[in-house]
């Protein structure tokens, strides 16, 4: 009977430690060159497509020198640690997002992007918005719910 009840708690801690919530989403952006896509974590893999700079892209598995990533429409694939860059950009996934002066809905207009425009993240808030500047010097607060890349 004692075994019994070791092996459930055993098989409780695991089944728990399982349930538990992954870390924090991790994003990089893709560096100052494009870069290159594979099928797997090897040189000698299928290139698959080229992603351009700064293309935002969130971390799944880091192997040896090689990170396993998806992209904003959700695809995986591999790509080599050093073509990612420590930089943070998002992406515009709405038809047009409203950049605003601050944050707040009712703050004037900074200017508008459309959607798939990279934009530098400069700093989040705890109110749901991030702080970004686009690269032509333009800044100003967006939503989060409208930008690919947190």
């Not at 425009?117 to 700093?123: A, G, N, R, Y």
């Not at 690269?135 to 100003?140: E, F, L, S, V, Y």
């Amino acid at each position: 009977m004692r075994s019994a009840r070791l092996l459930l708690c055993a098989v409780f801690v695991v089944l728990t430690a399982a349930a538990t919530p992954a870390p924090a989403v991790d994003f990089r952006s893709v560096g100052e060159n494009a870069a290159v896509v594979f099928d797997a974590p090897s040189l000698k893999a299928k290139k698959t497509h080229v992603i351009g700079r700064g293309y935002p892209v969130e971390i799944i598995v880091a192997v040896e020198g090689w990170y396993k990533v998806r992209d904003a429409d959700g695809e995986l694939a591999w790509i080599e640690a050093k073509s990612l860059s420590e930089r943070r950009t998002l992406m515009i996934k709405v038809k047009l997002a409203d950049v605003r002066q601050a944050a707040a809905d009712n703050a004037p207009l900074s200017f508008q992007a459309e959607q798939n425009v990279l934009l530098d993240l400069v700093e989040l808030t705890d109110t749901g918005w991030a702080r970004v500047t686009h690269r032509d010097g333009q800044g100003g607060y967006i939503r989060i719910n409208q930008v690919w890349g947190l």
